[in-house]
């Protein structure tokens, strides 16, 4: 199977404009131009125009969030209780690769099915599959995402996306042995290092195009969930600028300024309304398909005081509201 990005997630959070306040305030992202399945209207009709005009928020209070070509990246979809993640986009070929995809789960034992052309429209892909990861995630496989462009950030932000994906996410593993083989055999990621850091916790990153990880898997104790959300900024001043809104408006740093051993991703991580933290980087580092996996044996270059399994527990653990 031949995974090309992760194209975008969905979030369930208790109040989806908070965390659309937060997104375009603090991160830099922008509302999306139309939502999922609206009408665009007529571009020589004035007054035409999607229904929800550029607010991001759709009908049922669903919020959209948009940071590059793609008509979204991040969905954050109403639901009381704790936040957190509700689903993972990943884009394959086109519609043969995407039944073949299917087909190779159903053979490795993992339920896979065809999404409807409705389900597809709510995603703004031409079409969807789905599945669950060994740890609980619903992973969605697509093709075809609409692509509206003028994509512009209230605060000037570029974000590093397009063909690279939305960025990186990082999942806890309890079941690290079964994440890793479903994750590599099945989905076709490749290893591109990872780090152990005692009592059997270790961090591993896995990637399926140029950027160094679009998955990492974390094990912690058996913490579940996730850890974190990277977005890519193009360049140390976007990250600066974007610390200094996090500093003013006193979102929690949850780890300090700092680079990356293995990346070499110069970035923060906050506190967030997603139930897990957000990690805003520039300069992470590519990798090519003659890349070979190796193993690091410390996680930073220098800063990033904050990403203990101690401080990651208790994070986690206070952004759920436990
Ligand atoms: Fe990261």
Avoid at 80 to 94: H, Q, S
Avoid at 124 to 134: K, L, M
Avoid at 298 to 319: C, F, K, S, Y
Wanted: with cysteine; aromatic share 8%; glycine share 14%.
């Amino acid at each position: 199977m031949n995974i090309r990005s992760l194209g975008y997630i969905g979030i369930a959070a208790p109040d989806p404009a908070a965390c659309l306040d937060f997104a375009t305030r603090i991160l830099g992202l922008m509302p999306a131009r139309a939502c999922p399945g609206e009408d665009w209207g007529t571009p020589a009709i004035p007054g035409s125009g999607p229904a929800s005009a550029g607010s991001g928020t759709a009908a049922d209070g669903s919020v959209y969030l948009k940071m590059d070509d793609q008509q979204w990246r991040i969905a954050v979809h109403p639901r009381p209780g704790r936040a957190g993640l509700l689903y993972m986009g990943f884009e394959v070929a086109g519609p043969l690769e995407l039944e073949q995809a299917l087909r190779e789960l159903n053979a490795a034992g993992h339920a896979a099915h065809m999404g409807s052309a409705e389900e597809a429209a709510a995603r703004a892909v031409t079409g969807i599959g789905r599945t669950h990861d060994p740890l609980g995630n619903t992973l969605e496989l697509f093709y075809g995402p609409v692509k509206d462009r003028k994509f512009a950030s209230p605060h000037g932000t570029r974000f590093v996306a397009g063909e690279l994906g939305l960025g990186h996410i990082n999942l806890m593993a309890p079941l690290l042995p079964e994440a890793r083989d479903f994750y590599v055999r099945t989905l076709g990621f490749r290893l591109t290092d990872f780090i152990r850091f005692g009592g059997g916790n270790s961090a591993n990153f896995f990637h399926c195009n140029a950027r160094h990880h679009s998955v990492g898997l974390l094990k912690v104790a058996d913490i579940p969930g996730v850890h974190h959300l990277m977005l890519e900024v193009d360049g140390i001043d976007q990250v600066g600028q974007c610390l200094e809104r996090v500093e003013a408006a006193g979102v929690q740093v949850t780890s300090t300024l700092g680079r990356h051993a293995n990346d070499r991703m110069l970035s923060f991580y906050m506190a967030s309304p997603f139930g897990f933290e957000v990690e805003i980087g520039c300069e992470g580092m590519r990798v090519g398909s003659d890349w070979t996996p190796c193993e690091f044996v410390e996680g930073d270059v220098w800063g990033h005081r904050g990403l203990d399994p101690e401080t990651i527990q208790r994070n986690l653990a206070a952004m759920a509201g436990g």
